[in-house]
């Protein structure tokens, strides 16, 4: 079997003449004879003589064939020419997320309504811009608003944005406060009629973030808590030797954060609950059911949640003592959930003293409480079994660390001889409670299923609380000022809303999403003294992300800045 050859190269012959030697120059190719088998030269083309070429005119075709090869092969061919390559490729950042969240940010009307805002005040600065870069960096790339000079200016390409500097964003953030309760509001109402949000249901629940400073700070004498925000109180985050202040969220049944607030560290459950009941109510949204974890759970509390025609749904503490007790001896079956729960309705009382429960119970969970129990009792046996008690003898140092243990200690008793034993009563009521807990409700239209299923949904609040530490990398707070610490969790607040917005609408995790754009990217290039911004085409998924939002997808040439449009 024969088979061709095929290798194009440039070859000069000579050929002698009477009176002188001639070259010429040749496009050829090698093949092989078909009847030989040996290799033969054909000729493509002929240039000509050699000292008569149009060597510009080779210049232009070999120009012309760079255009087929990789960008490195073309730039060493021309170089070799001594030609400069049209396009000088001076950096790229990323662009596709913060494309994305600007979209998403119009299509929110975030960005209108302050710009609503903005026109009834003279700034001279970008302030919108501004307050979206400061949202956006804390979805992307959480930092000090210093950090933010270097991030704006090298790292992205914010739209209308080439620059800032710290003092504009705290000027932004300043703003930002003292229009808080107006934009959230707006935003909330614009999101409500553009998603249809269900607002029937609002979750309830606070955090804490903590700060590094000794101390804490000193209040004004005025009403003013300009110096006084950051105060020690019971520490969500385990620091409680830290200041810190206490943050609220309340959140629809579909996990969109509608409203934040920030107090001093050291705020007790009742005055919050009365001001975001207060708040809420400003914004007359109708029929509300407030749920919250048994923390707020107080009679003070379910008084002012049931306020205005107001309702809760609220966890009650399984080791109350009375209200559990008859909830769990009323009879009555257990009705099964297609999510696995089984619950029991309960009411107690009569007329004001009414008061309706739910006893939910959760097998899986049952199952695995009384195994854990079990391993507990096992080994607290054996540690007894090592004591080597005697009757009315004094307790050995042992014997006291057991009892006070804060696992083992807990099914112990002492009896009237001093003798330590397990105490069976503790187990009996600890085993009625396996995979058990307790709901109350102040709304009769709501079913025993909606009830509880209303309350499961807390979680996605918990998840906010979460992302905020964790995504969004709420601390470490850099401001002292009570004024800015508020602002910057509002902007924290603006980011979980991008967030969870894209979430809900895409039905893809926050992570996901920011790692499928991430690679789209917008290159900074020169042409001949002038700048071209041009973005790498989108992947599929990339653009199905788009797409599924309805939103406008990054243009593929982002600007041309051209001095004269003849050069282009």
């Known amino acids: 079997m024969w088979y061709n050859v095929s290798i194009m190269y440039i070859r000069i012959i000579t050929r002698k003449n009477k009176n002188e030697s001639v070259q010429y120059v040749q496009l050829a190719h090698n093949y092989r004879n078909p009847k030989t088998?040996?290799?033969?030269?054909?000729?493509?083309?002929?240039?000509?003589?050699?000292?008569e070429l149009d060597v510009e005119a080779l210049k232009r075709l070999a120009m012309s064939i760079t255009r087929f090869l990789s960008p490195d092969d073309a730039q060493e061919i021309r170089q070799a020419l001594g030609e400069d390559c049209p396009f000088e490729f001076l950096g790229a950042r990323q662009f596709g997320n913060v494309w994305f969240l600007d979209e998403l940010w119009k299509k929110l009307g975030i960005g209108s309504v302050l710009k609503e805002m903005l026109s009834k005040r003279d700034y001279r600065l970008p302030i919108e811009r501004l307050v979206f870069a400061m949202a956006v960096n804390r979805c992307l790339a959480p930092g000090s608003k210093l950090s933010m000079e270097h991030w704006v200016m090298d790292e992205v390409l914010i739209d209308d944005l080439p620059e800032v500097e710290v003092h504009q964003l705290y000027r932004a953030m300043d703003f930002l406060l003292e229009s808080a309760e107006e934009i959230q509001k707006q935003v909330f109402?614009?999101?409500?009629?553009?998603?249809?949000?269900?607002?029937?249901?609002l979750f309830l629940d606070t955090t804490t973030t903590y700060f590094e400073i000794e101390g804490t700070d000193v209040p004004n004498d005025d009403e003013d808590d300009s110096y006084g925000l950051r105060q020690y109180g019971y520490s969500k985050d385990e620091r409680p030797n830290h200041a810190q202040v206490v943050i609220a969220f309340a959140v629809t049944r579909n996990g969109?954060?509608?409203?934040?607030w920030v107090w001093p560290g050291n705020t007790a459950d009742k005055p919050i609950v009365e001001t975001v009941k207060k708040d809420l109510n400003g914004w007359n949204l109708g029929r509300i059911v407030m749920v919250a974890d048994a923390g707020f759970n107080s009679t003070a509390n379910k008084r002012i949640l049931q306020g205005a025609g107001g309702h809760y749904i609220l966890s009650e503490k399984l080791r109350n003592g009375s209200k559990l007790a008859e909830a769990l001896s009323r009879k009555g079956k257990y009705k099964a959930m297609d999510n696995g729960l089984q619950i029991k309705e309960v009411v107690v009382g009569d007329g004001e003293a009414r008061q309706r429960y739910v006893v939910v119970k959760n097998p899986k969970e049952e199952e695995k409480q009384r195994l854990t129990r079990e391993s507990i009792l096992e080994e607290t046996e054996r540690r007894l079994n090592e004591l080597n008690q005697l009757e009315g003898e004094p307790h050995k140092k042992a014997a006291c660390v057991l009892?006070?243990?804060?696992?083992?200690?807990?099914?112990?008793?002492?009896t009237?001889?001093?003798k330590l034993r397990i105490d069976k009563a503790k187990i009996k009521v600890d085993s009625l409670l396996d995979g058990k807990f307790l709901l109350s409700s102040s709304d009769d239209t709501l079913s025993a299923e909606d009830i509880v299923l209303g309350y499961k949904q807390l979680m996605d609040?918990?998840?906010?609380?979460?992302?905020?530490?964790?995504?969004?990398?709420?601390?470490?707070v850099y401001h002292r000022l009570s004024d800015r610490i508020r602002s910057h969790v509002l902007l924290c607040w603006l980011g979980l809303l991008l967030i969870r917005m894209s979430e809900q609408e895409l039905g893809q995790t926050w992570r996901y999403i920011k790692r499928t754009l991430h690679t789209a990217q917008i290159g900074h290039h020169q042409y001949k003294g002038n700048e071209v911004w041009m973005t790498n085409p989108l992947t599929s998924e990339q653009a199905e992300i788009f797409k599924n939002l309805n939103l406008n997808p990054p243009p593929r040439f982002y600007n041309i800045s051209a001095v004269n449009d003849s050069t282009l």
């Open 189 to 201: 109402f614009s999101m409500a009629n553009l998603f249809n949000l269900e607002v029937d249901l």
């Open 256 to 260: 969109i954060p509608v409203r934040c």
């Open 461 to 476: 609040v918990e998840r906010c609380f979460r992302d905020l530490k964790h995504t969004l990398d709420i601390r470490p």
């Open 37 to 51: 088998g040996h290799p033969q030269a054909k000729i493509l083309y002929n240039f000509g003589r050699k000292d």
């Open 416 to 418: 009237s001889t001093g």
């Open 403 to 414: 009892r006070a243990h804060g696992t083992f200690g807990r099914y112990i008793r002492q």
